[in-house]
């Protein structure tokens, strides 16, 4: 089989965004490639047919629309290239092996066997599919602080579900419950599909929704990997969501808005507990785990 390789080559801000537009086309796969600069290429790889020149405007249209969002993606540019490989699938699988993150949790893709311990927190889940697979550094934070985050039969809110990573996660280590909300409707069928193949579909509820606002519960975790520019306005709504002394745990976050993120959670009465980073070439990227003031949450009710 042809395969069409498209490769963006764009900022960091924007490659979530610009992963997302590729994930909704269909692709493949999609693979990160960090530069030296504040660069990323973003490959992805497609059938080679006559739908082609229509993803390539398609992109070129989602480009243009980025800085109306707040999302600057640079001079970014995109490059079309025909691969012609058989053996192209499997080869593309060789990139995405088996991986440990934080001190119990195993990433696995579904065609891959490995051994593992009883301990250990199991996912299965394939990179290509929807934002969140393990792969990127944001989520790798993410699920380190999870894993020293979650309790027996808390409940948990998962902003921006994604791939449902973090939601399958949180349920393996322990929670009652979570309640998962994504935006964009064509991650729903992924996530639901993979809280299927992980067995966690019945302490999952899934919904599509933008933030807090579709779901009324209160949580002992709040998290979400998602952009700085998505978390800012949804801090000040989480002390009310929270149970008193919850948790929220943010990604998706630049370093150098690392300190725009804390003055917010100050303001908000939380506590900053944990702050973890990831370098990736020259962009180091942020997760914060912070706690609500039980005292000041509770003069404010």
Known sequence: MDWARITVTTSHNASEAVANCLFEMKATGVEFRSMDDDRVNLVAYYPLDDRVNTRMQKLRDFLAELPK?????????????????????????????PQRIGKRTLIVPTWHETSHNETDILIR?????????????????????????VKIDDR?????????????????????QVDATEIDPTAIPVATENFQTNGVTQQVTLSQGDGLKDIEDKYHLIIGNILTKVVLPIIPN???????????????????ELEQIQSVLAENNFEDLQIVSEKEDKITWVAVKARTNSDKQMEGS
Not at 69 to 90: D, F, R, Y
Not at 239 to 255: D, Q, T, Y
Request: proline letters at 7%; charged letters at 15%; a positive charge.
């Open 69 to 97: 969002w707040g999302i600057q993606p640079g001079p970014a540019t995109i490059n079309l290239k025909h691969v012609k490989s058989e053996k192209w699938a499997e080869a593309w699988k060789t990139a995405f092996p």
């Open 156 to 176: 948990v809110a998962d902003i921006g579900t994604g791939s449902g990573i973090l939601s399958i996660a949180a349920v393996k280590l322990g929670a009652k």
């Open 238 to 256: 989480c002390p009310a969501r929270l149970h008193p002394g919850g948790f929220v745990i943010f990604a998706g976050i630049l370093e150098t």
């Open 125 to 149: 889940l394939d990179p290509g599919m929807a934002f969140g697979t393990g792969y990127h550094p944001t989520t790798r934070l993410s699920l380190e602080l999870l894993e020293n985050t």
